[in-house]
C-alpha cells in the first residue's frame, strides 16, 4: 500500500488482500483536506479485515472530504453490507458493475463514475456492454436494486 501527498491531496492505493496481518499506511493529513483511497489493486477483504478497516477510517478527522475510488464488486459488496465500511462523509467518486455475455460468458467490468451514469444517489445511465467476441449485448451480472443500494445511504 501507498499513501501519496500532492498539495491538499492524499491518495492512499489499497492493495492485495486485506486481513489481520494488514498494516495501513501512515495518514500524513498535514495540509491535506482530502482523502482519496483508490481500490484498483486491491484484491479482496476478509472479515479481520474489515475490521481493521473500519477501525482505520474511525481515526480519520471526521472534518476530511474522503474520497473512494474505483471500487472493485469486493468493495461494493462490503458497502452494501458492512455499516461505516463507507464513511457517512465520504463520497464514491467511481465503481465497478460487472456484467456477462449471455453466449460466452465472458466477464467486463464497466467503470461508473459519478457525473456520468449516477449523480445524487440515482444511478441515471446504465452503460451498454457489447462482447467484444460475440457483438451482443452483455448483461448485468448483479441485481441493481441490490448492488446501487449503497448509493442511497
Ligand atoms: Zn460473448
Not at 486485506?18 to 472479515?47: H, Q, R, W, Y
Not at 451514469?117 to 448483479?142: F, G, H, R
Request: glycine share 4%; charged share 25%; proline share 3%.
Amino acid at each position: 500500500m501507498l499513501a501519496i501527498k500532492s498539495k491538499n491531496l492524499l491518495t492512499v492505493q489499497i492493495t492485495g488482500l486485506v486481513n489481520a496481518e494488514t498494516e495501513f499506511p501512515v495518514l500524513d493529513t498535514k495540509g491535506v483536506d482530502t482523502i482519496i483511497f483508490d481500490f484498483n489493486k486491491l484484491d479482496g477483504f476478509n472479515s479481520y479485515g474489515v475490521k481493521g478497516w473500519i477501525s482505520y477510517l474511525q481515526k480519520i478527522d471526521p472534518e476530511m472530504k474522503i474520497i473512494f475510488r474505483n471500487c472493485k464488486r469486493i468493495v461494493v459488496d462490503q458497502m452494501n453490507m458492512v455499516t461505516n465500511f463507507l464513511p457517512a462523509n465520504a463520497v464514491v467518486e467511481s465503481f465497478y458493475v460487472p456484467y456477462h455475455c449471455p453466449k460466452c460468458q465472458k466477464f467486463f467490468n464497466s467503470l461508473y463514475e459519478h457525473g456520468k451514469q449516477y449523480e445524487n444517489k440515482i444511478v441515471s445511465q446504465l452503460t451498454q456492454v457489447v462482447c467484444d467476441k460475440c457483438k451482443i449485448d452483455a448483461e448485468m451480472d448483479v441485481i441493481k436494486a441490490k448492488y446501487f443500494n449503497f448509493l442511497t445511504r
